[in-house]
Every structure is written in structure tokens, then in C-alpha cells.
Nanobody, 123 residues
């Protein structure tokens, strides 16, 4: 499967961005999709995930109430709406998918990754 992220950029603290991830090459709708982020010198970390069908979601604590993950199966696209952004949200954001519809926060559970999109939040 191929994943292509878009929507990153530079925004001031308190602002919003919406990331998109378009999938191709595998039946998109059957699998859990996730967003992760990484800053230089740190490990990649889980941000959010969504299942197919009932669209169950999971978020890391630091983004709960500010970020919303959603998916449009007709468009093979998953979104990450990011509001009330903080400087600590800065990083490269990666979209990923796994061969299961179970929610997971584990990087090793996801087998396909996009190239990433940079998000920079200025203070």
C-alpha cells in the first residue's frame, strides 16, 4: 500500500492544520489507520488511530480534546484535524496502516508508512 501525506506547514501557536493521508494499492477500508510524529533526536510516537467500520478512535493524552482523526473510505483518505496547536506539537507527522482492524499504539504493529509531512508550530 502507498500512503501520501499532505497538509503540513508553519502555524502560530493556537492555530489549526488539517493533515490528509491518501492510500492506494490495498483495500483501504478494511484496516486500522494511524498518525505518528517524530522530532529529531526522539523516537517516533503515537498520536492517533481509527478503525474501519465503527471508526473507533484512540489518542495519546497530549492531543485529546485538540486533535480529531477521521476517515473517508470513499476517498481512501484519513485526516487529522489539529486545533489549538502548541509548539510541542512540532514534528514530522507520518500516516500508517496495519493489516488488522484492531486499534494499536505500537509502531511495530503498522506495516506501511507515508513519507511524512512537516508541522511547525511557532510560539
Amino acid at each position: 500500500v502507498q500512503l501520501v501525506e499532505s497538509g503540513g506547514g508553519l502555524v502560530q501557536a493556537g492555530g489549526s492544520l488539517r493533515l490528509s493521508c491518501e492510500a492506494s494499492g490495498r483495500t483501504f477500508i478494511w484496516y486500522c489507520m494511524g498518525w505518528f510524529r517524530q522530532v529529531p533526536g526522539k523516537e517516533r510516537e503515537f498520536v492517533a488511530a481509527v478503525t474501519w467500520g465503527d471508526s473507533r478512535t484512540d489518542y495519546t493524552d497530549s492531543v485529546k480534546g485538540r486533535f480529531t482523526i477521521s476517515r473517508d473510505n470513499a476517498k481512501n483518505t484519513v485526516y487529522l484535524q489539529m486545533n489549538s496547536l502548541k509548539p510541542e506539537d512540532t514534528g514530522v507527522y507520518y500516516c500508517a496502516t496495519r493489516g488488522s482492524n484492531l486499534l494499536s499504539r505500537r509502531i511495530n504493529d503498522f506495516d506501511s508508512w507515508g513519507q511524512g509531512t512537516q508541522v511547525t508550530v511557532s510560539s
